[in-house]
C-alpha cells in the first residue's frame, strides 16, 4: 500500500519561506513523477511542481517559478518543496502526489497523479 505523509505547513507573513515534506511508505518504483499541487478555499487544485525521481529534471508552474524549488532524497524516500518569497496568494492546502512508472516530462496536471496525500496547510499573511 502507498502512503503520503506531507508536513512542514504553517502561517508565516508574506516574504517569508517554507519547507514542505513529503514522505512517501509502502510499495514504490524508482522510476516516477512526485508532484506538488495545492487548492484554495473556492478553487479548482492547481499543480505547482513535479520531479521525476529517475533522474532528477523538475517542473514548474509559472507562477512558482523562481519562488519555489522542488527536491528530493531518495534515501529518505522524501520530496521536497522549498517555497520563499512567499505571497498571500500562495495561501491553500498543499498535496503530494505520485504518478507511478512514467517516463519523459512530468505533468503538473492533476488528473495524471493516481496517489495523493491528505495535505498540509499553508497560510500567508499581508
Known amino acids: 500500500q502507498v502512503q503520503l505523509v506531507e508536513s512542514g505547513g504553517g502561517s508565516v507573513q508574506a516574504g517569508g519561506s517554507l519547507r514542505l515534506s513529503c514522505a512517501l511508505s509502502g510499495y514504490t518504483v524508482s522510476s516516477k513523477c512526485m508532484g506538488w499541487f495545492r487548492q484554495a478555499p473556492g478553487k479548482e487544485r492547481e499543480g505547482v511542481a513535479a520531479?521525476?525521481?529517475?533522474?532528477?529534471?523538475?517542473y514548474y508552474a509559472d507562477s512558482v517559478k523562481g519562488r519555489f524549488t522542488i527536491s528530493q532524497d531518495n534515501a529518505k524516500k522524501t520530496v521536497y518543496l522549498q517555497m520563499n518569497s512567499l505571497k498571500p496568494e500562495d495561501t491553500a492546502m498543499y498535496y503530494c502526489?505520485?504518478?507511478?512508472?512514467?517516463?519523459?516530462?512530468?505533468?503538473?496536471?492533476?488528473?495524471?497523479?493516481?496517489?495523493w496525500g491528505q495535505g498540509t496547510q499553508v497560510t500567508v499573511s499581508s
Open positions: 502526489a505520485a504518478l507511478w512508472l512514467w517516463v519523459g516530462s512530468c505533468p503538473i496536471e492533476k488528473s495524471a497523479y493516481g496517489y
Open positions: 520531479i521525476y525521481t529517475g533522474g532528477g529534471s523538475t
